[in-house]
């Protein structure tokens, strides 16, 4: 099973900008379609965005269309998510997770999460 470790969170203004890192271990990542999700507190963990396993195809929430931007580097196991023109609603947690596109949308594969990353956007 893929392990996987994010990390790139932070505290930043609104209107900025940061980049999340989703390293990968112990699996084939490069066969998988990644997502990433967030979870903010008192809410229940939502989809963001995904990107096929060779990089050719990305969807996204309409909440943060245009202003995000998912990659992958297969030769580093690495997912990337480019986030700009943060606002305070995008503050949460944010996870990744092997991720199956259903009707334009991500669904995470089963199993456990990992630790996700902070993100705090500031008015």
């Known amino acids: 099973q893929v392990q996987l470790v994010e990390s790139g969170g932070g505290l930043v203004q609104a209107g900025g900008s940061l980049r999340l890192s989703c390293a990968a271990s112990?699996?084939?990542?490069?066969?998988?379609?990644m997502g990433w999700y967030r979870q903010a507190p008192g809410k229940e963990r939502e989809f963001v965005a995904a990107?096929?396993?060779?990089?050719?195809?990305?969807y996204y929430a309409v909440s943060v269309k245009g202003r995000f931007t998912i990659s992958r580097d297969n030769a580093k196991n690495t997912a990337y998510l480019q986030m700009n023109s943060l606002k305070p609603a995008d503050t949460a947690r944010y996870y990744c997770?092997?991720?199956?596109?259903?009707?334009?949308?991500?669904?995470?594969?089963?199993?456990?999460w990992g630790q996700g990353t902070q993100v705090t956007v500031s008015s």
């Open positions: 997770k092997p991720t199956a596109v259903i009707a334009g949308t991500g669904r995470a594969a089963a199993g456990s």
């Open positions: 112990g699996g084939t990542f490069s066969s998988y379609t």
């Open positions: 990107i096929t396993w060779g990089g050719d195809s990305t």
